[in-house]
C-alpha cells in the first residue's frame, strides 16, 4: 500500500489532466477518455502489463472501468483481474472510480447464460460482482437488443438490480433508437435512474448517427459513450505500412480480419492520418478528438494493451475543435463507409 501512496497522493493534480463530462442529464460525469476492458485484460494477458494500464489510466485522470461478463477470454476473466488489481491497487480509491459492467451475451452453457431474461441479469449481476469483489456496480448494461424476451422483463429486471443496490444506475448498450426510446418509457415509468446507452461510434461508423439514436439520446437526457471509437486499432496508424505480426488482426482475428483492411479501407486510413499530421496530432488522437467534437458523446472508450497507449490517447481531449474544412474533407474521405 505504501507504493500506491506514493502514486495517489491526497494533494496530486491527476485530475487536472482530464475533461469530465455529465451524463445526459443525470448526476454523474464521464472521463471525457475511458479504459475498456474487452480485450488485453484475460487469462492469457500479462497481469502486470494490466495492472500498469490501470495505474497509468487513474493517474491521468481516467476514473471509468468498463467490462462485461464475458469479456476475456475466458469469459469472466477480465471481471476477475480487475477485482485483483482493485483489491491490490485501487480499495482506498473505490469512491473515485466508476466501475460498469453488463450482460447480454453468451456466458454460459444452456438456455439461462445469454439474452435478457430477468434469469440471466439477476444471476449475471451476482456473479459479476463476486469476481470484481464489489457490493456494487456503478452501472449495469444490458449488452444487446432481445427481440425475443419482453422488453419489460429485462427492464424490470433492471430497475430491480438498482433497488437492491447492486447498481447504481442502469444503462443499455447496442440498442437502436427504437428500442431506446421504449427503454427510456418502461424505465422512467419505474422510477429507475436510466442514464447511458453505449453504442459503437467512429470516424468510420456514423451509425448513431443514420439511426437517430445520438439526436435521440440528446433530445431525451440519455448520455453516449462510444465504444470502438479507433476501429479496433484501423484508426490508430498500426496499420499503415500493412500488418504488424503483434497486432490485433495479426495475432487475434476474432473482431478485426484481414479482409477488414481493403484497398479502399487503406487508402482512407493514409488521408486520415495525412490529416491529422496536419493538424498536429496522432491519427488515434484525431479520431477521438473527432468523437468528442460537438459534446454529444460524454466518453469515448479505449482499449490499451500498453500504457503508453494511454497517455497518447488522452491527450485528445486537448484539441477536440475542428474547422468546417477539416470536417468536410474528413467527410469527403469517409463517404461510402
Known amino acids: 500500500m505504501a507504493e500506491i501512496a506514493s502514486l495517489y497522493r491526497a494533494d496530486d493534480t491527476r485530475y487536472d489532466s482530464m475533461v469530465y463530462n455529465r451524463v445526459g442529464r443525470s448526476g454523474l460525469k464521464f472521463p471525457a ?9 484475460g487469462s492469457k494477458d500479462n ?9 497509468t489510466a487513474f493517474d491521468h485522470g481516467i476514473t471509468q472501468f468498463d467490462l462485461a461478463n464475458n469479456y476475456g477470454p475466458v469469459y ?9 488489481i482493485l483489491k491490490e491497487d485501487f480499495a482506498p480509491y473505490r469512491d473515485e472510480l466508476v466501475i460498469t459492467t453488463k450482460a447480454g451475451y453468451d456466458m454460459w452453457e444452456g438456455p439461462y447464460g445469454d439474452y435478457g431474461s430477468r434469469k440471466y441479469l439477476m444471476a449475471s449481476i451476482d456473479q459479476s460482482l463476486k469476481r470484481l469483489g464489489l457490493n456494487y456496480v456503478d452501472i449495469f448494461y444490458h449488452h444487446r437488443m432481445d427481440t425475443e424476451t419482453p422488453l419489460e422483463e429485462t427492464m424490470t429486471a433492471l430497475a430491480d ?14 440498442y437502436d433508437k427504437e428500442y431506446t426510446e421504449k427503454a427510456v418509457k418502461i424505465l422512467s415509468e419505474l422510477h429507475c435512474p436510466f442514464i447511458v446507452n453505449q453504442r459503437r461510434y467512429s470516424i468510420l461508423d456514423r451509425t448513431i448517427e443514420e439511426d437517430g439514436v445520438k439526436d435521440y439520446c440528446k433530445e431525451a437526457g440519455i448520455g453516449i459513450i462510444a465504444f470502438c471509437p479507433l476501429e479496433q486499432g484501423l484508426l490508430t496508424g498500426k496499420y499503415l505500412h500493412g500488418i504488424p505480426s503483434d497486432s490485433r488482426m495479426g495475432r487475434d482475428p476474432r473482431f478485426l480480419t484481414k479482409n477488414d483492411l481493403t484497398k479502399e479501407r487503406q487508402i482512407q486510413i493514409e488521408k ?4 491529422a499530421q496536419e493538424r498536429g496530432q496522432t491519427l488515434a488522437q484525431m479520431s477521438l478528438s473527432w468523437i468528442l467534437k460537438d459534446g454529444e458523446v460524454c466518453s469515448a472508450l479505449i482499449g490499451a494493451s500498453r500504457p503508453e497507449q494511454v497517455t497518447e490517447n488522452i491527450s485528445a481531449i486537448n484539441r477536440t475543435d475542428f ?5 468536410s474533407r474528413i467527410d469527403a474521405i469517409t463517404a461510402g463507409c
Do not use: P, Q
Request: charged residues 20%; contains cysteine.
Open 33 to 41: 477518455i475511458s479504459l475498456g476492458f474487452w480485450h488485453n485484460f
Open 47 to 55: 497481469y502486470d502489463t494490466m495492472k500498469t494500464i490501470c495505474r
Open 76 to 84: 469472466g476473466s477480465a471481471e476477475t483481474n480487475l477485482g485483483r
Open 161 to 174: 438490480i438498482v433497488r437492491s443496490g447492486k447498481a447504481l444506475y442502469a444503462g443499455v448498450s447496442n
Open 272 to 275: 486520415l492520418n495525412d490529416l
Open 323 to 327: 474547422t468546417d474544412d477539416e470536417l
